[in-house]
């Protein structure tokens, strides 16, 4: 970890990392012409208003210069569309790796017992979910350091940044961000066909999300586990984008 890894502390410490005024420019909505950032906007108010009616999402209180902690309803929302970018993406390279080393799942229509129905490639498996880890892998570390949020962040005027002082995250920071966030749900990905051990690993990832989805609910900064073990925080531009 670098230097530049505080220990607590709001937005806007004397790193000056996070904006004087106003919404981060990093996190903000992208130029979609006028109809579609109306739209954008009036979509944010609306997720706001109920993210405000969410017990425990009204304790956010503001962060200094204009900016409030990022809640879990906006956080959410960020990752789904987040996930639908990663997921078109790994499926187009996972078909062509189906299309190498043949399908995951296969189908006997000849089988003569239940047991040769289906015949499971584990090969194939495996290089589809090192295709998904790497995917996700790159993907959240490149924005997280270099453009401040993702672009499910952008979307809902999101960013983050070192808990002290606002600084771009440093790739120690993102990479351990990014291992407590997908880790435990990507070792499950890789061993699920593993009779035991996949579903095991698959409890084992839904419990850290639940984990993960609390702590930050009950953070009064909306810090998780993956922002406390990285030292990262998340923000939103109090006032919408029009």
């Given at each position: 970890m670098t230097d530049s890894q505080g220990q607590g502390g709001a937005p806007g410490g004397a790193?000056?990392?996070?904006?004087?005024?106003?919404?981060?420019?990093?996190?903000?909505?992208?130029?979609?012409?006028?109809t579609a950032t109306q739209a954008a906007a009036g979509a944010r108010s609306a997720?706001?208003?109920?993210?405000?009616?969410?017990?425990?999402?009204?304790?956010?209180?503001?962060?200094p210069m204009g900016l409030v902690y990022g809640d879990v309803l906006n956080r959410s929302i960020a990752y789904i569309i987040d996930a639908i970018l990663i997921g078109i993406v790994s499926a187009i390279l996972q078909m062509v790796?189906?299309?190498?080393?043949?399908?995951?799942?296969?189908?006997?229509?000849?089988a003569t017992s239940l047991g040769d129905l289906m015949s499971v490639n584990y090969?194939?498996?495996?290089?589809?979910?090192?295709?998904?880890?790497?995917?996700?892998?790159?993907?959240?570390?490149?924005?997280?350091t270099s453009q401040r949020a993702t672009v499910g962040m952008r979307v809902l005027s999101?960013?983050?940044?070192?808990?002290?002082?606002?600084a771009t995250l440093t790739m120690d920071q993102a990479i351990i961000r990014w291992a407590?966030?997908?880790?435990?749900a990507a070792l499950s990905q890789a061993f699920w066909p593993a009779p035991l051990i996949g579903m095991l690993l698959g409890l084992a990832a839904f419990v850290w999300f639940c984990l993960l989805l609390y702590t930050t609910w009950a953070s009064p900064t909306k810090q998780g586990l993956h922002d406390k073990y990285a030292h990262t925080m998340v923000v939103k531009a109090v006032r919408p984008i029009a």
């Open positions: 790193g000056g990392g996070w904006p004087p005024e106003g919404p981060a420019p990093q996190g903000s909505t992208p130029d979609l012409g006028d997720i706001d208003d109920v993210g405000r009616q969410i017990p425990g999402n009204a304790a956010t209180r503001p962060a790796v189906g299309a190498i080393f043949g399908p995951a799942i296969g189908v006997n229509l000849n090969l194939t498996i495996l290089v589809d979910a090192a295709v998904g880890i790497a995917i996700s892998f790159a993907y959240f570390i490149y924005l997280w999101l960013q983050v940044g070192n808990e002290s002082n606002g407590a966030l997908f880790g435990p």
